[in-house]
């Protein structure tokens, strides 16, 4: 018999190594998964870093440009139409011939004149409708480059190649090095980033009016999914019987969370527009189908919250004569909100980041004015990075990185609040 | 948390206020032009749309890239301010789309040739180049080819250009090239696919439906790969595989002449002139379709096509140019301009 135990408690201490063994390995295992993820990680935010920042910058040239009275308001009448109607592309070539009096000509003066973005001429025409008294006056001005020009100060192009292979041609190089040994070229913060709509020129674009029709979309999306959502999950949760009508809806439900985005693009293409006449590429539509695509996942947030609320609240409060009503909305509700938010924040951080719904109902388009009502058109902010990266100019591949940079900022801050919000007000019984 | 929850509701339940007043007002008048159509000309319509927002007093078009046709597709849905003004187009618009457009109302439109755009084969500058001629081309790209003898279509047997022609490179056949759903596909394939495979006596006899098929069909064991809709993806893809030809269009082939170099087609590198003066073979027109029953209902349509139609956008120097569109001949212009001003309906047997 006793042998019989030792040799048990033998073979437990023979086994005691590769027991502990197996168990390091098995952790080790758990480690190098997660490392392999955070590497994946890492390699995405350093790429995107690695190609966004600079787009935070942009190059820009500082000349002497006299907004002569003669050119921009022969009348002296300063009306303003006559100031916005004014050459003011003209007005910079000229500054641009007054700094290189030596080149004479036509082609060399295109080449010359290509150096500044044509957007400076409007920028510069703005300034001037906005204060006339500068009519008259030589300023000094720092004028936004071109992006061929932005590309080569930031490396993108490289000086030492063959003049055949950039896109910037040796006189333009010329130009370009006297300009900075006089310290007429300096890169500055990109305010048109995050002031502009979408351009074609990629100096002059921005996210604006991306980011407008993002939050429109989500301000619909919120003002109709939240309510809907929380009206559902309480009535699922405290009123509805347990029958096979309830059961069929809660399957509903389940599975409408797991459908691919795009076919509540194609749905709210056959509802809100072919069958509703909403007008196509409008933040209101894009809320409407967005809104039923988080629908499900709030109820389901909702719905978990409510039933983590214990019982006993519930029998007390009907114990002491609350009427149901009352129950819900004095004691469970204020104990379930906490919950029910963090998943509607989740549920709208994911239709922040959507873009497959939104093809469907024309919102992949070209918005330069920002939209200001929910029914003017507008795009959306991960549709501004689809079509950047689908733009030819090289200029647009930073700009694509740093839109994205700003997209995830948006989703990480929103995630941060579901987080905070669930560690504050979260009562654990 | 009571009260603060009232709050909450409260705000709720207003902000669900004001997107149904909004709601009710949708019916209201469009008072911007919406363009549609291909994403080939989309880069050209957006500048010219962008300096007709800024220069004049009228709202920026909204342009939405939907693919040749796609574009006809909701351009001839109806007539009135659901329906988009004007649709882009790589390829001219076909009779059937005209038919489909009458029989929802639109009747009068508007062609306006824009430009040309080049298709080119491209390679990572570096490796070989490449003089091709589209017999070559469609020896390397079709499915089925004439053996040997000349008579019989086998399946592709060739696996490197310089099996096809011992001047060419000898390197492995690998073209990435876009899928069935873009007008760069099929104006390859009737430019190039079509005209290189005329060459050949075997598929020349074949009856009508067999020569379509022989001749547009490309091969499908991994040497013609479809790389999606993104030509910059494609020149990505060329940069991290010097063996591979890229096919795209001209413009990003000029915004990547540091990175990539065009092949030779039957002799003629793609250039700006080349292209321009239609030696380049492999170049097809962009258009635009306007609605003329729209003129006037929504502001602008006039003025937006001045301005496309005008010197500094589609002239030789115009800024379309610098975006790599390839003007008309001076008096082609001059043709679509007094069409355009007439606003005479388009005719497809002109």
Redesign the interface.
Same mark, same amino acid.
């Given at each position: 018999m006793s042998n019989r135990r030792q040799s048990v408690r033998d073979r437990v201490a023979l086994g005691i190594a590769r027991r502990y063994r197996r168990e390091r390995n098995f952790r080790l295992l758990g480690l190098a998964a997660v490392l392999v993820g955070l590497s994946f990680l890492a390699f995405f935010f350093l790429t995107l870093i690695g190609n966004g920042y600079t787009a935070f910058l942009q190059t820009h040239i500082r000349l002497d440009v006299e907004l002569s009275a003669s050119l921009i308001d022969p009348d002296g009448e300063l009306d303003p139409q006559t100031i916005g109607r004014a050459n003011y592309q003209g007005l910079i070539q000229n500054a641009l011939r007054a700094r290189f009096p030596e080149v004479a000509s036509r082609n060399e003066l295109?080449e010359l004149f /290509?150096l500044v973005s044509?957007g400076a001429a @409007?920028e510069l025409r703005d300034s001037v409708l906005g204060n006339p008294d500068l009519i008259g006056e030589t300023m000094d001005l720092w004028l936004v480059a071109d992006d061929d020009v932005d590309m080569l100060i930031k490396g993108h192009?490289?000086r030492s !190649?063959e003049e055949?292979?950039?896109?910037i041609s040796d006189p333009q190089l010329a130009w370009i090095e006297a300009l900075e040994a006089d310290g007429r070229i300096e890169r500055q913060f990109n305010h048109r980033f995050f002031t502009a709509?979408d $351009?074609?020129?990629p100096e002059m674009s921005g996210i604006r009016s991306a980011i407008t029709g993002s939050f429109l979309m989500l =301000? &619909?999306t =919120? !003002? %109709?999914s @939240?309510?809907l959502g929380v009206a559902t999950a309480i009535y699922l949760e405290e009123f509805a019987p347990k029958n096979r009508w309830t059961d069929l809806i809660e399957v509903n439900i389940n599975n409408l969370a797991a459908v691919p985005s795009i076919v509540f693009g194609l749905l709210g293409l056959a509802l809100f527009i072919n069958l509703f006449? =909403? #007008?196509? $590429?409008a933040p %209101?539509v894009g809320?409407l189908v967005l809104t039923l695509m988080t629908l499900p996942v709030v109820i389901i947030a909702g719905r978990a919250a409510l039933m983590s609320v214990p019982p006993s609240i519930r029998e007390a409060a009907l114990g002491v004569g609350a009427s149901k009503m009352q129950m819900i909305?004095?004691h469970v509700? +204020? %104990?379930a909100?906490p919950g029910m938010l963090t998943g509607t924040i989740i549920g709208m951080a994911r239709a922040l980041g959507e873009s497959a719904p939104l093809l469907m109902i024309?919102m &992949? !388009? @070209?918005? &330069?004015?920002v939209p200001e009502? #929910?029914?003017d058109?507008a795009t959306a902010l991960p549709v501004q990075v689809y =079509?950047w /990266?689908?733009? +030819?100019?090289?200029a647009f591949?930073e700009r694509t990185s740093a839109a994205i940079l700003v997209l995830l900022a948006f989703l990480l801050a929103m995630n941060a609040a579901a987080i905070l919000l669930r560690k504050r @007000?979260e009562r654990n019984w | 948390m009571n009260r603060r929850f009232a709050w909450f509701s409260a705000c709720v339940c207003f902000l669900g206020t004001v997107s149904l007043i909004q709601l009710t007002q949708a019916q209201a008048v469009r008072d911007y032009i919406s363009i549609v159509g291909s994403s080939t000309v989309y880069p050209f319509s957006t500048v010219v749309a962008e300096r007709f927002g800024r220069t004049t007093a009228f709202k920026t078009p909204k342009i939405e890239s939907t693919g040749s046709g796609g574009g006809f597709k909701l351009f001839c849905s109806g007539v009135g301010v659901q329906s988009p003004d004007i649709t882009n187009s790589s390829r001219r618009v076909s009779q059937s789309e005209i038919d489909e457009c009458a029989r929802n109302g639109v009747r009068e439109v508007v062609e306006v040739k824009i430009g040309y755009d080049g298709i080119v084969l491209a390679n990572v500058k570096g490796a070989p180049s490449y003089e091709l001629t589209r017999e070559h081309i469609f020896l390397a790209l079709a499915k089925n080819v004439p053996d040997s003898g000349g008579n019989s279509l086998v399946p592709n047997p060739y696996r490197s250009w310089a099996e096809i022609d011992p001047a060419l490179p000898d390197m492995s056949i690998e073209v990435l090239g876009p899928p069935p759903t873009s007008g760069t596909r099929d104006a390859f394939v009737e430019l190039v696919m079509e005209v290189g495979c005329e060459a050949f006596p075997a598929i020349e006899s074949l009856a009508d439906d067999a020569r379509t098929a022989a001749c547009h069909t490309l091969r499908e064991d991994g040497a013609f790969i479809e790389a999606g809709e993104n030509d910059n993806l494609i020149v990505q893809k060329l940069e991290a595989n010097p063996t591979a030809l890229g096919i795209f269009g001209y413009s990003f082939l000029d915004q990547n002449q540091d990175k990539v170099q065009g092949s030779f087609i039957d002799g003629v590198a793609p250039l700006f002139e080349s292209i321009a003066d239609g030696s380049y073979p492999v170049s097809r027109p962009l258009y635009s379709y306007v609605k003329t029953t729209h003129v006037g209902e929504i502001p602008g349509i006039e003025e937006f096509l001045a301005e496309l139609t005008s010197d500094a956008a589609w002239g030789d120097f115009g800024y379309l140019t610098d975006r790599g569109l390839i003007p008309l001949p001076e008096s082609e212009r001059q043709m679509v301009l007094n069409a355009v001003q007439g606003l005479e309906n388009v005719n497809l047997a002109q």
């Amino acid at each position: 018999m006793s042998n019989r135990r030792q040799s048990v408690r033998d073979r437990v201490a023979l086994g005691i190594a590769r027991r502990y063994r197996r168990e390091r390995n098995f952790r080790l295992l758990g480690l190098a998964a997660v490392l392999v993820g955070l590497s994946f990680l890492a390699f995405f935010f350093l790429t995107l870093i690695g190609n966004g920042y600079t787009a935070f910058l942009q190059t820009h040239i500082r000349l002497d440009v006299e907004l002569s009275a003669s050119l921009i308001d022969p009348d002296g009448e300063l009306d303003p139409q006559t100031i916005g109607r004014a050459n003011y592309q003209g007005l910079i070539q000229n500054a641009l011939r007054a700094r290189f009096p030596e080149v004479a000509s036509r082609n060399e003066l295109r080449e010359l004149f /290509a150096l500044v973005s044509p957007g400076a001429a @409007f920028e510069l025409r703005d300034s001037v409708l906005g204060n006339p008294d500068l009519i008259g006056e030589t300023m000094d001005l720092w004028l936004v480059a071109d992006d061929d020009v932005d590309m080569l100060i930031k490396g993108h192009i490289d000086r030492s !190649a063959e003049e055949s292979q950039r896109r910037i041609s040796d006189p333009q190089l010329a130009w370009i090095e006297a300009l900075e040994a006089d310290g007429r070229i300096e890169r500055q913060f990109n305010h048109r980033f995050f002031t502009a709509g979408d $351009s074609r020129d990629p100096e002059m674009s921005g996210i604006r009016s991306a980011i407008t029709g993002s939050f429109l979309m989500l =301000l &619909v999306t =919120l !003002a %109709l999914s @939240f309510p809907l959502g929380v009206a559902t999950a309480i009535y699922l949760e405290e009123f509805a019987p347990k029958n096979r009508w309830t059961d069929l809806i809660e399957v509903n439900i389940n599975n409408l969370a797991a459908v691919p985005s795009i076919v509540f693009g194609l749905l709210g293409l056959a509802l809100f527009i072919n069958l509703f006449g =909403l #007008p196509r $590429s409008a933040p %209101l539509v894009g809320g409407l189908v967005l809104t039923l695509m988080t629908l499900p996942v709030v109820i389901i947030a909702g719905r978990a919250a409510l039933m983590s609320v214990p019982p006993s609240i519930r029998e007390a409060a009907l114990g002491v004569g609350a009427s149901k009503m009352q129950m819900i909305l004095h004691h469970v509700m +204020p %104990l379930a909100l906490p919950g029910m938010l963090t998943g509607t924040i989740i549920g709208m951080a994911r239709a922040l980041g959507e873009s497959a719904p939104l093809l469907m109902i024309g919102m &992949v !388009a @070209f918005i &330069v004015d920002v939209p200001e009502s #929910p029914l003017d058109p507008a795009t959306a902010l991960p549709v501004q990075v689809y =079509l950047w /990266a689908d733009s +030819p100019e090289r200029a647009f591949v930073e700009r694509t990185s740093a839109a994205i940079l700003v997209l995830l900022a948006f989703l990480l801050a929103m995630n941060a609040a579901a987080i905070l919000l669930r560690k504050r @007000f979260e009562r654990n019984w | 948390m009571n009260r603060r929850f009232a709050w909450f509701s409260a705000c709720v339940c207003f902000l669900g206020t004001v997107s149904l007043i909004q709601l009710t007002q949708a019916q209201a008048v469009r008072d911007y032009i919406s363009i549609v159509g291909s994403s080939t000309v989309y880069p050209f319509s957006t500048v010219v749309a962008e300096r007709f927002g800024r220069t004049t007093a009228f709202k920026t078009p909204k342009i939405e890239s939907t693919g040749s046709g796609g574009g006809f597709k909701l351009f001839c849905s109806g007539v009135g301010v659901q329906s988009p003004d004007i649709t882009n187009s790589s390829r001219r618009v076909s009779q059937s789309e005209i038919d489909e457009c009458a029989r929802n109302g639109v009747r009068e439109v508007v062609e306006v040739k824009i430009g040309y755009d080049g298709i080119v084969l491209a390679n990572v500058k570096g490796a070989p180049s490449y003089e091709l001629t589209r017999e070559h081309i469609f020896l390397a790209l079709a499915k089925n080819v004439p053996d040997s003898g000349g008579n019989s279509l086998v399946p592709n047997p060739y696996r490197s250009w310089a099996e096809i022609d011992p001047a060419l490179p000898d390197m492995s056949i690998e073209v990435l090239g876009p899928p069935p759903t873009s007008g760069t596909r099929d104006a390859f394939v009737e430019l190039v696919m079509e005209v290189g495979c005329e060459a050949f006596p075997a598929i020349e006899s074949l009856a009508d439906d067999a020569r379509t098929a022989a001749c547009h069909t490309l091969r499908e064991d991994g040497a013609f790969i479809e790389a999606g809709e993104n030509d910059n993806l494609i020149v990505q893809k060329l940069e991290a595989n010097p063996t591979a030809l890229g096919i795209f269009g001209y413009s990003f082939l000029d915004q990547n002449q540091d990175k990539v170099q065009g092949s030779f087609i039957d002799g003629v590198a793609p250039l700006f002139e080349s292209i321009a003066d239609g030696s380049y073979p492999v170049s097809r027109p962009l258009y635009s379709y306007v609605k003329t029953t729209h003129v006037g209902e929504i502001p602008g349509i006039e003025e937006f096509l001045a301005e496309l139609t005008s010197d500094a956008a589609w002239g030789d120097f115009g800024y379309l140019t610098d975006r790599g569109l390839i003007p008309l001949p001076e008096s082609e212009r001059q043709m679509v301009l007094n069409a355009v001003q007439g606003l005479e309906n388009v005719n497809l047997a002109q």
